[in-house]
């Protein structure tokens, strides 16, 4: 199992392919595993980095607060590239995934030539009854255990309800993946999604192309989009039609064709 140890912590990653680096970055609640769909597309042409983000899958979880932040994320990133020796990538990041490829790419823009944006934001997200939903989930959280959170959020959660009622087959992917992750790391990495800075002043710094992907129907996310799209100097829009919030799990061909076709356009051959 490929693990280096980071800024003192294991961090697990995979490598696969060989050609240009694509990395590939997940959200909150996720892991490497969410790019099932698109490793092997990718790694026809080029090198793929998957990880799990600290607090999440095979990573280790920290168990204090003040080990989990958006930087921290980022610098833990930063870390691996470098033992890797990849100089170079583009930085592909979904939902939190988004927030940390944003941070990479103010902190340190020199390994970035390119991003993908998907399903993300860089400043608040309005998401109705979200707050209540969160602070329900993390008293579940630990009284009861993840697999208590999962079924309730599945069933209470609309927007779960409603992707698991279109894509049923992900149920139990996504459950496994939420099993996997340690109660520390849904705790404090959710609260570093919560504190995060904004940086939506900061996106006209960004000077490499830059792809924003939304799904049609993850309505919170179409507005921060568009303020990526607005607010990027050279950045285009997708719309992924029928999808929600994980347009490369739910409708994963048209993803897939709207990434590689950036790709093809942006990466050295």
């Not at 609640?29 to 980095?49: C, E, I």
């Not at 999440?56 to 958006?70: F, K, L, N, R, V």
């Not at 255990?145 to 409603?162: D, I, K």
């Not at 939304?214 to 921060?224: A, I, N, Q, W």
Request: net charge negative.
């Amino acid at each position: 199992m490929p693990r280096t140890n980071v800024n003192g912590i294991n961090l697990y990653y995979e490598v696969s392919g060989a050609g240009p680096s694509v990395v590939l970055c997940h959200g909150y609640t996720g892991s490497h595993q969410d790019w099932m769909f698109q490793v092997p597309v990718l790694a026809r042409k080029y090198q793929v980095v998957t990880i799990d983000h600290r607090g999440h899958g095979a990573s280790d979880a920290p168990s204090s607060a003040d080990a989990y932040s958006i930087p921290i994320f980022a610098n833990d990133l930063y870390a691996l590239l470098d033992y890797l020796d990849i100089t170079k990538c583009c930085l592909v990041g979904h939902s939190m995934g988004g927030f940390v490829a944003l941070q990479l790419a103010f902190d340190q823009p020199h390994v970035v030539n390119s991003l993908v944006l998907l399903d993300t934001a860089s400043g608040p997200v309005n998401i109705p009854g979200y707050a209540d939903m969160r602070a329900k989930l993390l008293e579940i959280a630990q009284t009861d255990g993840m697999e208590a959170v999962f079924e309730y959020n599945a069933r209470h959660n609309p927007l779960s309800h409603r992707r698991f009622e279109r894509y049923p087959g992900l149920f139990g992917i996504s459950k496994r993946r939420m099993l996997e992750m340690p109660v520390d790391g849904y705790v404090y990495a959710g609260r570093a999604l919560s504190e995060r800075q904004d940086l939506t002043g900061r996106l006209n710094e960004i000077s490499v192309p830059t792809l924003v992907i939304v799904g049609e129907e993850d309505s919170p996310f179409h507005r921060p989009s568009k303020t990526l799209v607005d607010d990027i100097p050279n950045a285009r829009l997708c719309v992924v039609p029928q999808a929600l919030h994980c347009p490369q799990e739910e409708e994963s061909e048209t993803f897939n064709e709207m990434l590689l076709e950036f790709l093809t356009q942006v990466m050295p051959s």
